[in-house]
């Protein structure tokens, strides 16, 4: 056993760069998966879970209406904020997960709030968005803490990232949706969800633009 | 960097005038101030895009200038059939988006021969839409598209949640 291992023995230390890098304490705000604060992001680790699943638990709790906000936004500035050095792969990779994790959590909720109106629920105080005097004052709040770069939403620093992911699915029909995600550099499910939407929404009349947009993207491949 | 400056004056802004209407202060509608923030973030976003040749950021942003110039209408004029302007909105937003990509790459003319027709059926189906007699069979699909909305959107929020980004 040489020095370095019979110290570690010792005194249960492992040097390594990872090991120092992600070593927690206690409970701290994540600063490499972050979608507002970095809260959730610290919760996951902290209890070595998968942070997705504590961001719909969030979610969920969220639904509740406005005092869920006030705790998170405590925890937010009272607690650390862990320093973990990422390599850009894995920045550009976090960013666009939670990209998607904004859109479906977004998704989420409108869907319970159509849901509560739909059935005629008082959603006074029960949903965020209800409470306008809250809604206002929060929008305010956040762009504050986003100009002072206190809270980082992922889809803002998504543009400045040259994300280029080179996605290798496989076409479903003609594969319009999939060369729109690698022109666009976006996930080619939230294309298809969205052709599929608007598809119903205009009663079949855009899958006869998928049709037209398909025969003049193989011309212009023949002419070229 | 721009962008997300760009984004947090305009939450501050329409919050601030919201702030102005909810106490009374300013008396106008609440949609006209959003629709003027959200044209105003749409076109210097879209600008922003074209500077940087940021494709997504070009659709995004002007899909938000389209939608500010929506919300404009219908706070201005009183619209019959709510339903019937999503219809078209629709397509002219697509058709629009198609035509600011062949713009910002001249080369994929894919984009702006799909752009103007899906513009050209926009405006075509404007005028004859009621004399074809779809757009009763286009309320009858909205009505039961909203009793569905709701399971749907939680359906493909809970999908994208929890799908493992290759």
């Known amino acids: 056993m040489d020095e370095k291992n019979l110290y570690n023995s010792l005194f ?29 992001g610290g919760i996951a680790e902290y209890l070595n879970k998968d942070v997705k699943l504590i961001r719909f638990i969030s979610l969920l709790i969220a639904l509740l209406g406005w005092f869920p906000f006030f705790i998170y936004l405590i925890l937010a500035f009272s607690l650390p904020a862990e320093k973990k050095i990422l390599s850009n792969e894995e ?14 959590g977004l998704f989420i909720y409108l869907g319970f709030y159509t849901l509560l109106t739909n059935f005629n629920f008082s959603t006074n105080n029960f949903v965020f968005f209800e409470n306008e005097f809250l809604l206002i004052s929060s929008a305010i709040i956040f762009g504050g803490l986003i100009l002072i770069d206190k809270i980082k939403l992922p889809f803002l620093n998504y543009y400045n990232i040259n994300f280029i992911e080179t996605q290798k699915n496989e ?9 729109f995600s690698n022109y666009l550099s976006v996930d080619i499910n939230i294309i298809r969800t969205i052709f599929l939407i608007f ?5 079949g009349l855009f899958a006869f633009f998928y049709f037209i947009i398909y025969f003049l993207s193989k011309a212009d491949v023949v002419k070229q | 960097m721009i962008n997300k400056k760009l984004f947090a004056v305009s939450l501050i802004v329409w919050g601030i005038f919201s702030l102005l209407i909810y106490f009374n202060i300013l008396i106008i509608e609440n949609q006209l101030i959003t629709s003027l923030i959200l044209i105003s973030y749409g076109l210097l976003s879209t600008n922003l895009a074209f500077k940087e040749s940021n494709r997504l950021q070009l659709i995004i942003s002007s899909t938000v200038f389209f939608i500010g110039i929506i919300f404009l209408i219908k706070s201005t004029y009183q619209i019959i059939d709510s339903r019937g302007l999503v219809f078209y909105s629709i397509l002219f937003i697509s058709g629009a988006n198609l035509i600011l990509l062949f713009i910002e790459n001249m080369n994929k003319k894919v984009f702006l021969y799909s752009g103007v027709i899906i513009f050209i059926s926009s405006i075509v189906l404007l005028f004859t839409i009621e004399k074809i007699g779809i757009l009763y069979f286009i309320n009858q699909t909205y009505k039961i598209f909203e009793i569905f909305l709701p399971f749907l959107l939680i359906l493909i ?10």
């Open chain 1, 91 to 104: 920045i550009i990779r976090i960013n666009h997960e939670n990209n998607i994790t904004i859109l479906a």
């Open chain 2, 157 to 166: 929020g809970v999908f994208f949640f929890f799908r493992k980004v290759k």
């Open chain 1, 171 to 179: 076409k479903m029909f003609l594969g319009v949706c999939r060369d």
């Open chain 1, 12 to 40: 249960d230390e492992d040097d390594s760069i990872e090991n120092r890098s992600s070593k927690k304490i206690g409970l701290s705000k994540s600063s490499s998966n972050v979608i507002i604060a970095g809260v959730c």
């Open chain 1, 199 to 203: 598809t119903i929404l205009t009663i």
